[in-house]
């Protein structure tokens, strides 16, 4: 499996993004697949996974509210629509999928995209 991540860039504080995160490859009948994020000199953490077959999505605290994960089934790719953008969203935000589940450790997951830098100024 493939994931090919994109949409990054650099913004003003308040504005919007919309992430793409394309899979190809290995298809799976079910999985999720969902976003972190690693800021400089910060870990990695969780930010928003959605479930293929149902659509249930979750997000951190941090982003609930603001991002919002989707997903189109046709094209096999995962959206991650973020508003109200802060500086402290910068961070190069990586896709992810598991034949199971997305651990918001990131621990153990089966796969990873390369990052796309966010950069929100001030």
């Known amino acids: 499996v493939q994931l090919q991540a994109s949409g990054g860039g650099l913004v003003q504080d308040g504005a919007s993004l919309r992430l793409s995160c394309a899979a190809s490859g290995r298809t799976f009948s079910r999985y999720e697949m969902g976003w972190f994020r690693q800021a400089p000199e910060k870990e990695r953490e969780f930010v928003a996974a959605i479930r293929w077959n149902d659509y249930s999505a979750r997000y951190a605290d941090s982003v609930k509210g603001r991002f919002t994960i989707s997903e189109d089934s046709a094209k096999k790719t995962v959206y991650l629509q973020m508003n109200s953008l802060k500086p402290e969203d910068t961070a190069v935000y990586y896709c992810?999928?598991?034949?199971?589940?997305?651990?918001?450790?990131?621990?153990?997951?089966?796969?990873w995209g390369q990052g796309t830098l966010v950069t929100v100024s001030s």
């Open positions: 992810a999928m598991d034949r199971v589940r997305i651990s918001s450790s990131g621990y153990r997951i089966d796969y």
